[in-house]
């Protein structure tokens, strides 16, 4: 695929999403921004045109379809055809699975799954006829191993890659290409919504099951830099089609620590 493409990034108000789309403006690549908060889009548009991109930012809830087909339409008039498509937007309502309410549980599973399938849809028909582009998913690790206090957020994610790979085998032999970046622990405000004065209990939670080390986090910027990596891959070589990042310089101070 050539350079100079169109990117389309969900959830690029901040966090991996808004390090993407800057990242991608460093190469001069066009940008579609999308989310719900258009304040803060305007300030990553600024960014990745400083950069050296061309930024185009719209109003986007990916859990509502008739949201993702403006904002699809808007960006493609505006750039063109989209060339990469980057699933970011997710968000973790952290609760005990007894505790959480309805609506906690319905709109983690919207975001971090149904508003994938919903702009991945909408998008792919252009792919496949033009037979080329990347459709990226921003995964977790809690899809592999899962955590208390993530129960409707590890399912999600678990689905999303289910569906990336299901994708995958769709989409063989056709120019268009699944690939799943599954994620470690990043430092972002999206951990924020989580409840901070239950933090302690839920990472005491983590550490009992085995599932957490340490609080070492890795910037979204690094994570930004293995998606443009990834998708660089000209697509008639091999390529990965599930890539793990995972923060370096992790401490190794636990293996001297008393149990």
Known sequence: MA???SVFVTGASSGIG???AVECGRLGWRVALGARRMERLAAVAKQVEEAGGRAF????????????DAFCAAASAELGPCDVLVNNAGQNLAALVHEARVEELRADVEVNLLGALYVTRALLPGMLERRAGDVVFVGSDSAARPRPYQGAYAAAKAGLEAFARVLEMETEGTGVRSILIRVGPTGSEFGTRMPQDRIHEILASWKYW??????HWMPAESVAR???RTVRIPVDESYPTVVEVQPGGRSRRHRDEPA
């Open 3 to 5: 350079e100079g493409r």
């Open 18 to 20: 808004a390090a993407t």
């Open 57 to 68: 930012a719209h109003a986007l809830d990916v859990a509502d379809p008739g949201s993702v």
């Open 210 to 215: 085995g599932v957490y080390r340490n609080l």
């Open 226 to 228: 293995a998606i443009v």
